[in-house]
């Protein structure tokens, strides 16, 4: 038996443009002699819909987009993901499903059983667990028709935050009691640096319990925050690899089943460059915000420092130099190097920059303001009216050409909440929100990995916001790489003071980080969405409270 | 038996300040002869905890505090709510817990089965459902302890969005197989401005079901966006209120269960007037905002329009005129009344403010910018920099002086995206973001209602942004009587296009104000918390997608 893995970039909530790239995959597979095509979890409206599960509208299309693929199976079978009604009296309204279409129509629908509530997960909002497990016979093959988690009720990950037994039914093993041949996954399964592996131990810890291959096809692409990688795969009923499909890309690649058990297994290397694989995946996050918004054009203030940089070469990959309008925004307080390293990085990657002072603009504001400030000594309020008057300019610009503003704040500011709301924390998407400095640092040393693209000065030179005289943002911060060694601790590792200090970091600096964490959850509150590249990111998956006694 | 009901506000993670609050309240019980003290659904860590709920250190506070608390248990039996842990080796690590507490010590967990995970609530993010039921004996009393969502197992509401029978378990049938004569309930239930009439219901339907009384204790008090309006009561078991305790405070009562039998029914009339409920609502937002944040002082832009105008009012109710100052900030296109009304009212209500204008710095940010745009007309870019001009005074104050800004924006705005991120849509708090156009007008009726203290032009009006010469809101919107009904039926309804003109609405104007709410949802992504007052508000309780084919 043939099974194609349709590894596709579904947009969410374009019926007419998913239904599309599916039937256009069914045509294809079947035109190569597939008998089996295997589309991602929730593919025929794009993952996640969030909210709009909650909308008749939206499932009424839903199931009919399905009708209307299924007309497109008389020669081959297919597998996509919808919602799927509850037709129980009660509990949720819908599942998460697996349809399988043949024969012009649907045969059977598979329900999910684990749903993933935790994290930027919380499909037992809309889903009801499925209870019933059945198999699919195809062309005379058993086959355990699963959907993402269903293969992940026993987690590679176990800590103080979370166990491995997330769930306490195991959706395989009452499959495996129908005696099945194959298992197949849909899964929407996002990206983060950590989890390819987590992944690769789910498949081969699923094929040592079960003895059996796994077909597994992830969606690719970008929506919003959250970054699918692709990376398809088909594994032997021994755990190992045998075909293997692009990560970051759309791909299509046909297996035959009877062919696993001879095939070679494939040894993973350069993928699993973690800095290399951060750096894809935001291009691909910054493309397809993009492209799926309908923009084409960015911009943002280069600062001659680090992060802008690095922000401005991965939006270069991703939307290309032509799309891109920068604006150098010096004050009194830059320095000489803020404008020529700026200006030599435009110019290296051929951008258009413009220069445009914001002297006059912060000096208005202090003149308007004087009656009411007459007496007080220039304090942060200052600091932040320049930060603000930047993005006054920016967001003008981008009114006006229809430039897309990005982001440049990284994630140690983030956390620490070292940036100005309305000021440098504006824009529609944050580009390193997930990404701590020392990560930030990494990312420009790889995209200088074969010649000096961003000037080595951005790098070397100790970062700064320039908002008074000799500013140095180690005036208010420890330096970058104690901080983030204690944010990793605290954020994605949940670990306390007390822990923390244990493991050896000093406790006043530990116990002010914390405060600074907690304190500044109001100004990431209304922060961009953040492209999501760690397993703990600000935004959707780390839902904290603004009003608490911290 | 005597049953106390302690209808406390308590702040998400003071563990020092609720044992406090509940220790003092246990001490008034013992002392007012009370058997046993009820208080609400996670009274010891404040309610919502969101992710401090996933922080090992929080939960181990959270069993520290109830050790401690039952150590004032010595006289009396008390409930309290907390977090405990999921010793099973499946499933998440936590319950949703009322823990009986006497004789100084932990007497038994009685775990919430029914987890409310849709709108505002997550909480199988957090919390293992309760399978085993079991009933509590207090002073030779069989009593049925439920948390919150336990009794709402068939719900009031029943459409098209939602469906009555949410969950396939009925906590209180398993329970009453055990021949309980007294239901308590401890809750965490937000107000919205329908919800209290479907409270009543439910309990209604509780009672009759089962013939048995229930005590309900609920939290009272804002936590950022979600406000809680108390309003803990005791229905006999023919479904009749015999106690009542206060909405939008703390409150404190004793009843005594042999006497539920033969105390009068209580009716309702007043409390249901929804102008005056939101009212109440929104102050003890600000105040509680403000208090638990540490905050006295606000500010915002008044504009001489009526949304400011209504903000300023309630924060005057919430933070005392003496803890207020505000802007004027007056432009070239800014009308005479803009002023007059702005200052009338001011004087009113007695509240500090100042007149800068904006001119000059709008104006220097028209000749930073000339060269950049050369012969291209004035279009949004410049309107959106008046607005900008305007948040950057306000923050500039905000800094200066410690005054937080109050956002102002409307949800009839906030819905259609009629307003400037980073400009009018800045500020800590929004007040206003879920109320509708048409009920900020209400307000200001209802704010008159003794006096005219906002200002009779401000009301009569029409509404104007005022960024261009003889700018009004209906040149881009439809008339804010039609929008507001198409919105609720869009947004609280959940209807589609179809269904909404089948209603009798214009088609054109129904697409295209569903297809400005789509295509807004990145600026709300940007806004500050919203005081959620209605059933489906913008904020954590509608997430949408925003990269999405709309």
Redesign the interface.
Known sequence: MKIALAQINP????FD?NKLLITQLIQSATENGANLVVFPELSVC?Y?????L????FIEKCLSTVREIALSCSEIFAIVGAPAPNNA?????LFNSAYLLGNGEVISLHHKALLP??DIF?E??YFEPNTEFKIAEICGKRIAITVCEDLWDDQPLSS????S????VSPMAELAKHKPELIINLASSPFSSDNYQRRLEVFKGTTHRFGLPVVYVNQVG???DLIFDGGSMVLNGKGNVVLQLKRFEEDFKIVDTDSIKSLPSIIHSTQNDRIALIHKALVLGIA??FR??GFKKATLGLSGGIDSAVVLCLAQEALGSENLRVLLLPSQYSSDHSITDAVKLAENINVKY?I???E??FS??N???S???TG?PQ????E??QA??R???L???S??FGHLLLNTSNKSEAAVGYGT??GDM?G?LSVLGDVYKTDVYALAQYINREKEIIPLNSITKPPSAELRPDQKDSDSLPEYDILDKILYKYIEE?K????IVAEGFDLATVRRTIKLVNINE?KR?????ILRVSSKAFG?G?????????
Chains 1, 2 share one sequence.
């Open positions: 947009v969410v909530n374009d443009g794009g996640p819909p969030h909210d709009l909650d909308r008749p509208d009296s009660a509990g949720k309204l509530t935790y919380d037992y909002r103080a935050v979370r166990r037994k997330l769930y306490k970008a929506n919003t397809d915000y799926k918004m413009d445009v002072s914001i006059n603009a208005e504001f003149k308007s303001l009656t009411l400030f007080l304090n942060i309020a200052e932040n009216i603000r008057v993005a006054v300019m967001m003008a610009l009114n006006k709301l309305y504006c529609a949940g306390g003071e007390e822990t109001y509150f209304q922060c961009p969405p959707f780390r839902k904290m409270p603004l009003v608490a006694k911290f």
